[in-house]
Structures are given as C-alpha cells and as structure tokens.
C-alpha cells in the first residue's frame, strides 16, 4: 500500500472539519474522492500533505508514519500537490514555474521516469508553445496545466490534484483529463478531488464519496454507478 490514511481527524480552530476519515490507495492507483462543496475533500488533500496538521489519526506514505511532517518533507518522499487555487506565480514564466518545481538530483535528462522540462512539456505540447510567457498571461486551462506540469517536476510518486476542471471550457476539460491518464498510465498514483461526477468515473478506478467530514462510501466505480440511494444522498443537489 503506498498511502494509507486511517482515523484523521483535523480541525480549523474550534471547527471539527475532518471525522475519522480513512482511506488508502495502491502503487499506480487512480482513486476519485467525491462529494459536495464543504464536505471536505479539499481539507483531506491538505492533511495529507501536511498544509493541515490533524489533530489525531495516522498518515502512513510508503510504509513511514507522515503525520507531522510539513509540506516540503512529504513533498522530498514523493508527493505532488495541485491545489485548487493552482498558485502559480504570475510574473514568472512558464519554464521557471516548471522549474521552481524540480528537486534537486531528480532532473537527470538521462533517467526515462524522470520527468524533465522536455517531458512535461511533451504531456503538455501548450505550455512548450507559451514557455516565455508570464503565467498572469495564460488561460486558466493553462494555468491548470502548468499547475500539473510544476507538481511532476518534483517527479511524484503520488499526485494529489483538487477540482483540476473547474471552471473549464469543455474541450480544455478533455485535454486535462487525457494527460491525467497519461500521468497514471507512467506510473504517478492519482488522488483525484472532483466535481463532475462523470470526469471522477472515467478516471478513477475506485471512489470514495464524503459526507459531512466522514467518508460515506467507498467502492469501485461500477458500485457506485450501481447505488442510486448514495448518489442521491451524498452527490444530487
């Protein structure tokens, strides 16, 4: 197992936002955590990478207790993080955003599972078009790829990616989702918050769905698709 949460639970100040959530994902799993705004999911991608400290339960990483460890050391043991914001820096171009990404000792061109400015830029043939471009200047599609294309620089073994397609064109959508797949299909394990219902199906292979801080169910996508009665109660609006 390469990421297993189990029991956490997280507060921001006296709110209790996280209840006891666990959850796990295997080597080169895709896995979609779904629900509606405010259940969540975003703060359990946090806690994860240690932009939250829970206030109890474990996050183990490739069999090392993770729990207290800040940003930086979980991102040295492998893990990527796209937050929702994206928070590229916006008089920076493209090729230094990408850049900024890379950890020291892992940009080796020679190393086929490296990922390099050539590799995410042959994933993402938009941002090599805009490499000298400010990001203040890209699209938000862009500025989504460029936020994915930053994450693989520090050559993740796990990627954690929150609402990637939100408030993108439906072909930006299509292309986004196409280099998610790609990502999972070289080996990144994918911990994907999302939205769109049928965007987190086509992705991922197992599904966890949140209720009020809690996860509410979990299974494989063609369960869920067999539940009307957890989609109507943890998903319809």
Request: charged share 20%; aromatic share 6%; hydrophobic share 40%.
């Amino acid at each position: 197992m390469l990421l297993e949460v189990a029991d956490v639970n997280t507060f921001y100040g006296l709110s209790h936002v996280l209840r006891g959530v666990s959850l796990n994902l295997d080597r080169g799993e895709f896995v979609a955590l779904l629900g509606r705004n405010g259940m969540g999911k975003s703060t359990t991608l946090k806690t994860i990478m240690g932009l939250v400290r829970p206030k109890s339960g474990s996050i183990i990483f490739n069999g090392v207790q993770t729990s207290g460890l800040a940003p930086f050391g979980k991102a040295q043991m492998g893990i990527g993080y796209v937050p929702e914001e994206r928070r590229i820096f916006p008089y920076l171009t493209v090729r230094e955003n990408l850049l900024i990404g890379a950890k020291a000792g892992k940009t080796d061109a020679g190393n086929s599972g490296c990922w390099t400015l050539e590799k995410v830029f042959d994933y993402f043939p938009t941002l090599r078009a805009r490499a000298t471009n400010k990001g203040a200047h890209l699209s938000g599609g862009e500025q989504q790829m460029l936020a994915i294309g930053r994450a693989l620089m520090g050559n993740p073994s796990h990627l954690l990616v929150d609402e990637p397609t939100e408030g993108l064109a439906p072909k930006v959508v299509e292309v986004v989702c196409d280099v998610l797949a790609r990502i999972n299909e070289a080996g990144v394990s994918i911990l994907l918050v999302e939205h769109n219902l049928s965007v987190a199906v086509s992705l991922g292979r197992r599904v966890y769905v949140m209720g009020k801080g809690h996860i509410g169910f979990s299974g494989t996508v063609d369960e869920l698709e067999a539940r009307a009665d957890i989609r109507q109660q943890y998903l319809e609006v």
